[in-house]
């Protein structure tokens, strides 16, 4: 059998000194100076056994009970540490689904203070999180232009229409529909995720439902508007049949005539316009590609619209810098072209101006519409191009349309290999411009 040697017990100390280094670290770290408190009063009392007149084996049995009493409070401690370590793990995933959640989520105690939000929750209210988390809303916030979606959300009986509200448990759900600043449907569920005592943290879910409810808002809409801009056209026509029944001068027949052929094409691009709609939704379209003038085009298309321009005392400046010819489907790009114009002419102000320019930009023709009407809300203008869709101000004032226009022709000029680009100021114009290939080999 081997002797214990000096060197072995050097060893001994050695580890042992190491193992009470690691626990005091230990200690320290997680319970501070407290935790080095217990382990120094721990070692004092291990100490005083070798300068008390006590038996051997109670000042053996005291130090073993001392160095049980060490590593049970370090075994229990290093439990606790990784217990810590799994809820801080459990915690920032429940945080990362807190924050990819497609709804808008806001946490906030009794006195309205914001505790937390996510992502989505931002992009509602239009603020950082930073401008959020540690904001106390208040009602007066409703006059604010900067914090008023924030305050009608957590106000919304304040501010907004309630729709429909019910109590399900402790959840409360409301539907709320508000008019500034811009027309817009919400779904609020409302729930504690907190209590003592009388202390309520609250969480709030937000779903923003306008898109959706103004689609279908609009989809009703369309086909009134579409019966009635088919009857007037047809009215029309049935009054020019029965006028040139009676006995007129050849130049009376002739603008009658002129006028009639004018509303009946009128008439075939309005319902062109529904039908190809419903062939771009079904994915059933195709293009007819032949070569374009596109200078005559324009005209042609400005010509459909000769009464209406005159009647609104319309200013068009034609700015044409070339005289090409494209390839493209004629009547396609006739019906985007349209839709483009007549937009211009129908939500323009009074006595203002339509500006178009032709130009060739490298391999690509630019054609640009510039009016000098209503304009578009900036906070709309992501959803121009969604079927159906039409302006807040637009809807106020009563302009009718289909919401169908610009949907259509930026299907059309996508399927041309172009692309469209809309700049807009509300009360100050809107600028449409459109980039359709030279070439044919650059259509997809």
């Known amino acids: 059998m081997k002797e214990f040697s000096l060197d072995d017990l050097k060893n001994l100390l050695n580890k042992a000194f190491k193992i009470f280094l690691k626990i005091f670290d230990f200690f320290y770290k997680n319970f501070g100076v407290e935790g080095l408190g217990i382990l120094v009063f721990i070692f004092i009392n291990l100490i005083s056994f070798f300068y008390f007149k006590i038996p051997s084996f109670l000042k053996i049995l005291g ?201 009946v094409k009128k008439t075939i691009w309005l319902v062109e316009t529904i039908l190809n709609s419903v062939k771009l939704e079904s994915g059933k379209i195709a293009l007819n590609i032949e070569k374009i003038k596109i200078n005559d085009l324009v005209e042609e298309v400005i010509d459909l619209f000769k009464k209406e321009i005159e009647i609104n005392n319309i200013n068009v400046i034609k700015n044409f810098k070339v005289n090409l010819e494209i390839p493209g489907d004629k009547s396609k790009l006739f019906l985007a072209l349209a839709n483009i114009i007549d937009n211009a002419i129908r939500y323009n102000k009074p006595s203002g101006s339509i500006e178009i320019n032709i130009e060739q930009l490298h391999d690509y023709l630019s054609i640009s519409v510039k009016d000098s009407g209503l304009g578009i809300p900036k906070k709309e203008q992501e959803y121009l191009f969604q079927r159906f869709f039409r302006a807040s101000n637009v809807r106020k004032i009563g302009k009718e349309g289909f919401g169908l226009g610009l949907y259509l022709t930026k299907k059309v000029i996508d399927l041309h290999g172009g692309k469209i680009n809309i700049e807009s100021e509300e009360n100050k114009g809107t600028k449409i411009t459109i980039t359709l290939p030279l070439q044919e080999s650059l259509i997809p």
């Open 63 to 263: 130090i073993l009970s001392n160095l049980i009493l060490i590593f049970f409070i370090y075994d229990i401690s290093e439990k606790n540490l990784k217990r810590r370590i799994e809820a801080q793990k459990s915690q920032n995933m429940i945080l990362n689904v807190f924050e990819l959640l497609p709804y808008g989520m806001i946490i906030y105690d009794e006195y309205f203070t914001v505790i937390q939000v996510n992502k989505k929750m931002c992009e509602i209210v239009g603020l950082s999180k930073e401008e959020i988390v540690g904001q106390k809303v208040k009602p007066e916030m409703l006059k604010s232009a900067k914090f008023k979606i924030l305050a009608q959300i957590l106000f919304p009986s304040l501010s907004g229409q309630i729709i429909s509200r019910k109590q399900e448990g402790k959840v409360e759900i409301t539907e709320v529909f508000f008019s500034e600043p811009t027309e817009s449907y919400f779904t609020l569920w409302t729930l504690p995720v907190f209590e003592e005592k009388k202390t309520v943290t609250k969480l709030k879910i937000v779903q923003d439902k306008t898109v959706e409810v103004l689609y279908q808002k609009n989809q009703n809409e369309f086909y009134s508007i579409a019966a009635h801009q088919l009857k007037t056209p047809l009215s029309e026509i049935n009054w020019i049949i029965e006028t040139l029944k009676n006995p007129l001068s050849d130049s009376e027949k002739e603008n009658l005539i002129e006028s009639g052929l004018r509303i």
